[in-house]
């Protein structure tokens, strides 16, 4: 039996709509800017944004490697080398990162990272990371 193919009842037609400057709807595929009502709202768990930025601050986390381990007087330090090949240490409360990362921990094979990430509506959240030794 030949003849035109009916959808289910339960599924609608297509129909395309065009998003214009003449809607109040967001386009999709655009990034998403916090409400201008909550700009000045500082959001939970905010870094300070006004602290001085440490020399680890300018470089991705992916781009950072701990190459070593060493302990003074009883203090933890990773031994970090940078992209460029620079050595660095660093010990719990250091940052690092571009995300406000700051060092929760250094233990002779991992530094544990707490960074906070702002979502699009400004509310800040923790995320862990971390970087492991490098053989």
């Known amino acids: 039996m030949r003849g035109k193919i009916e959808p289910p009842p339960d599924v609608k037609p297509y129909e395309p709509f065009t ?6 709807l967001m ?3 655009k990034p ?3 409400d201008a009502r909550n700009s000045n709202r500082s959001g939970l768990n905010q870094p300070n944004l006004n602290r001085p930025k440490e020399e680890l601050e300018d470089f991705p ?3 950072l490697k701990m190459v070593g381990f060493l302990s003074q007087r009883g203090v933890g330090h990773a031994v970090i080398r940078s992209a ?4 660095y240490r660093i010990k719990a409360g ?6 406000f ?3 929760v921990s250094v233990t002779e094979t991992e530094t544990k990272i707490k960074e906070m990430v ?6 800040w959240s923790e995320r862990e990371s971390s970087l492991l030794l490098v053989e």
């Open 32 to 34: 998403r800017k916090p």
């Open 101 to 103: 990362g700051q060092v």
């Open 84 to 87: 460029e090949g620079k050595i």
């Open 94 to 99: 250091n940052y690092i990162g571009l995300n």
């Open 118 to 123: 702002q979502d699009s509506v400004g509310d």
């Open 27 to 29: 386009d999709p595929f």
């Open 61 to 63: 986390l992916e781009s």
């Open 19 to 24: 998003y214009d400057n003449d809607t109040n």
